[in-house]
């Protein structure tokens, strides 16, 4: 085998250069990784003031978690005084409103169905906060309703905000890791995310990324941008990329909260194709001032982003295309385009490749379970061991999202969320 790879033809040199291209662009993920493994968390210190900030929470019929997430704010270990919460009712046919009000939220009901989407949620929120009450908060929290926070979350958020951070990103928990396959999948990624994307860049003294939610929002960019700008399908990535390009630092801190994740494929492929089709507007919209700010600025937050947001999967399924062509060409000619040699090299490109991005994504998976046994809450401790296996393949599934994304329209459509559970019951590993 090694002898028909060495073999120097135009599709085992297209190979390698694939191979090195990707490695070139992407080891500094494996540097992130091994940081994020020996340093630990970061721990900044204790603030020396406690800040006034509002959650902002965008909810269409929530009425199921709404809810679990506006008391587990109102049960921090905060000064509540210094803490409001703003639900916007976007489009509710359901109890939702009546439910935040009742656990003791501010709610601004919405009934703008021309534009639709998180986005525009957040623009029409923001705008009346600014309005009804100017020069109140000093930073806004961004969740989804289906999410509820650790009890020192915002102390800990308070103490990375304090050191004069204008962003701050925190640790993306999953509240039903064991729900199903595709739950633990999704879990894991964000696990990862976590420990060694965000910790790492923030010990690295690089910036970090914003994910969905539970990130932290000074007023002073809000009100500087009177409201919310950014409207593609991923506006949390489209925001990270303009902090990236403008030279705003995203921090993090080790503050705890718990998402909701999809439990079937179907609604993870919606998810997905949504985010990936994000990732592409985005891509499009900024690639050229992401690669200004890396190589005029020098500004290596403009890299990581680049590289984030790039459709980097699309290079390993040319590669695939390439060789699984050629090979089928060259097997109907038999022989005559292709040598026996080089068909085989094609064949175990393509076995090999499958083969190392499995064994990628499985050892992802179980390192990332290591270090973050503590944060998995899971009554089902097998599935911990199942997810190992499944993983890779849930991670292969991007490989079609990613064509589809390229050539399908895709609108913004909510997710319904449905798993019911407080921060204790999180924690006691329900489901």
């Given at each position: 085998?090694?002898?028909?790879?060495?073999?120097?033809?135009?599709?085992?040199?297209?190979?390698?250069?694939?191979?090195?291209?990707?490695?070139?662009?992407?080891?500094?993920?494996?540097?992130?990784?091994?940081?994020?493994?020996?340093r630990?968390?970061?721990?900044?210190?204790?603030?020396?003031?406690?800040?006034?900030?509002?959650?902002?929470?965008?909810?269409?019929?929530?009425?199921?978690?709404?809810?679990?997430?506006?008391?587990?704010?109102?049960?921090?270990?905060?000064?509540?005084?210094?803490?409001?919460?703003?639900?916007?009712?976007?489009?509710?046919?359901?109890?939702?409103?009546?439910?935040?009000?009742?656990?003791?939220?501010?709610?601004?009901?919405r009934?703008?169905?021309?534009?639709?989407?998180?986005?525009?949620?957040?623009?029409?929120?923001?705008?009346?906060?600014?309005?009804?009450?100017?020069?109140?908060?000093?930073?806004?929290?961004?969740?989804?309703?289906?999410?509820v926070?650790?009890?020192?979350?915002?102390?800990?958020?308070?103490?990375?905000?304090?050191?004069g951070?204008?962003?701050?990103?925190?640790?993306r928990?999953?509240?039903?890791?064991?729900?199903?396959?595709?739950?633990?999948?999704?879990?894991?990624?964000?696990?990862?995310?976590?420990?060694?994307?965000?910790?790492?860049?923030?010990?690295?003294?690089?910036?970090?990324?914003?994910?969905?939610s539970?990130?932290?929002?000074?007023?002073?960019?809000?009100?500087?941008?009177?409201?919310?700008?950014?409207?593609?399908?991923t506006?949390?990535?489209?925001?990270?990329?303009?902090?990236?390009?403008?030279?705003?630092?995203?921090?993090?801190?080790?503050?705890?909260?718990?998402?909701?994740?999809?439990?079937?494929?179907?609604?993870?492929?919606?998810?997905?194709?949504?985010?990936?089709?994000?990732?592409?507007?985005?891509?499009?919209t900024?690639?050229?001032?992401?690669?200004?700010?890396?190589?005029?600025?020098?500004?290596?937050?403009?890299?990581?982003?680049?590289?984030?947001?790039?459709?980097?999967?699309?290079?390993?399924?040319?590669?695939?295309?390439?060789?699984?062509?050629?090979?089928?060409?060259?097997?109907?000619?038999?022989?005559f385009?292709?040598?026996?040699?080089?068909?085989?090299?094609?064949?175990?490109?393509?076995?090999?490749?499958?083969?190392?991005?499995?064994?990628?994504?499985?050892?992802?998976?179980?390192?990332?379970?290591i270090?973050?046994?503590?944060?998995?809450?899971?009554?089902?401790?097998?599935?911990?061991?199942?997810?190992?296996?499944?993983?890779?393949?849930?991670?292969?599934?991007?490989?079609?999202?990613?064509?589809?994304?390229?050539?399908?329209?895709?609108?913004?459509?909510p997710?319904?969320?449905?798993v019911?559970?407080?921060?204790?019951?999180?924690m006691?590993?329900?489901?």
């Open positions: 085998m090694l002898a028909f790879l060495q073999t120097n033809t135009p599709i085992v040199i297209f190979n390698q250069i694939v191979v090195t291209l990707l490695t070139a662009c992407f080891l500094y993920q494996v540097v992130f990784f091994v940081i994020g493994a020996l630990g968390e970061v721990a900044p210190p204790k603030a020396k003031k406690l800040h006034r900030y509002a959650f902002f929470i965008a909810a269409h019929n929530e009425e199921a978690v709404i809810a679990n997430l506006v008391r587990s704010i109102k049960d921090q270990d905060y000064p509540s005084e210094l803490i409001e919460v703003f639900v916007v009712a976007d489009a509710c046919t359901d109890n939702t409103a009546q439910l935040a009000r009742e656990a003791g939220a501010v709610v601004y009901e009934n703008d169905l021309a534009r639709k989407g998180k986005s525009w949620v957040m623009d029409y929120g923001f705008d009346r906060i600014l309005n009804e009450y100017p020069d109140t908060f000093e930073g806004y929290f961004i969740f989804d309703a289906d999410n926070i650790a009890r020192d979350y915002v102390s800990k958020m308070n103490d990375a905000f304090d050191q951070f204008h962003v701050v990103t925190s640790y928990n999953s509240k039903n890791f064991g729900s199903s396959w595709i739950s633990a999948a999704n879990a894991t990624w964000y696990l990862r995310e976590a420990r060694f994307l965000n910790n790492a860049r923030n010990i690295c003294k690089t910036s970090c990324a914003v994910s969905g539970g990130y932290l929002i000074s007023a002073s960019v809000i009100e500087g941008m009177h409201g919310w700008q950014f409207h593609t399908l506006e949390d990535i489209q925001f990270t990329t303009f902090c990236a390009i403008h030279g705003i630092r995203i921090g993090y801190a080790p503050a705890e909260f718990f998402d909701e994740q999809p439990v079937t494929f179907k609604a993870s492929w919606k998810q997905r194709m949504r985010w990936t089709k994000g990732f592409y507007q985005v891509f499009f900024y690639g050229k001032h992401l690669v200004k700010s890396t190589f005029r600025y020098h500004r290596f937050a403009a890299y990581d982003m680049f590289m984030t947001i790039a459709p980097g999967m699309l290079l390993s399924l040319i590669s695939m295309l390439a060789n699984a062509t050629f090979l089928i060409v060259g097997g109907l000619s038999h022989g385009l292709a040598t026996e040699v080089e068909m085989q090299a094609c064949a175990a490109s393509l076995i090999m490749t499958f083969a190392m991005m499995y064994q990628t994504f499985f050892i992802l998976a179980l390192l990332t379970t270090f973050e046994y503590k944060h998995i809450h899971c009554a089902q401790k097998w599935r911990l061991v199942t997810n190992l296996f499944t993983f890779p393949i849930f991670m292969f599934s991007y490989i079609p999202i990613t064509v589809a994304a390229l050539f399908l329209k895709v609108d913004w459509v997710t319904q969320h449905a019911s559970v407080t921060l204790d019951e999180v006691q590993g329900a489901k």
